[in-house]
């Protein structure tokens, strides 16, 4: 069973078991969604962090993994130095590009989205379906990046959440507005270990230090009852909790974050070897429109008892033009 989130092809990623059914909220086909101005002449850093680069032990060094989502074996990485957002784009932030572009997301021209059941806010007749094997997760008609958990609700009391239902489509877009770019798989996970080597959180190895929640994750029985110990139901600020070590927030929950490679389980094993393998990134520049994008750090609705993946090393994937109300993502960029 899957807790993470549904697809816009019809199926519930994080690895449903075989037969079970998905969240259907329909395809929207590979057309490019919604006229918007690029910035490909102008590069922008505004709210980045200068990450050293170097080598690193990326994956799954603990054997904690789902087989499917192919989080090992460990391999050496090399990045150059980059630039990464601070934190996930905001609702503030998605919200001025929205005015300066008059940009349409993916959920906005389906007309619905994703909401998780405990936190729709819609009339009842708004709400079209519930998820075969996954009856936690509802299609909302309105749902989308301005009322996320649907029509009753609006983004513009959480300015400085993070920005949700948006799809991989939507974050390119936005990385265009604002001269970046997403981050790969590789310079995210290495910023999101903050520098510590090996371990399974970006603060160490123990899920609350001293009883301490570090990151907004699900507490109590999934998915019936959220205790909410953390101090959020749903998303959280985007500087909630500490930075890591490299001074980035909330990493791991309260928002899955987009990446720009192409998922492959095996990608991990054709990179592991004797040589640390320089900058990897997937051809997500033409991969074809069923092709799988990678997410990465989990979300609010992680829980231990079904889905695992706040963990640094953690790793997931969905389809291009699928949006969910705990999807968001962050930007990168080179360094000069």
Known sequence: MSCCVPSADGHSRCHAPAGAGGVLIGSIGAAPPGPFRPAADRRGTRGQVRLPG???AMGDGFGEGYAADGEGPVHQVR???FLMDATTVTNAAFAAFVKDTGYVTDAERLGMSAVFHLAVRAEPGDVL???AGTPWWLVVRGASWRH???PLSSAGTLQNHPVVQVSWNDAQAYCA???KRLPTGAEWEYGARGGLEGRRFPW???LTPRGRWMCNIWQGTFPTLNTAEDGHETTAPVTSYRPNGHGLWNTVGNVWEWCADTFAADAYAARAGAAPVHDPRGPWHDPGHDAQRVMRGGSYLCHDSYCHRYRVAARSSNTADSAAANIG???ANDAV
């Open 148 to 150: 996320p958990a649907g």
């Open 204 to 206: 160490g190895d123990e």
């Open 79 to 81: 990045l150059d130095p």
């Open 329 to 331: 993502f962050r930007c």
């Open 129 to 131: 379906g519930r998820a």
């Open 177 to 179: 507005w604002a001269g």
């Open 54 to 56: 170097g080598t690193f």
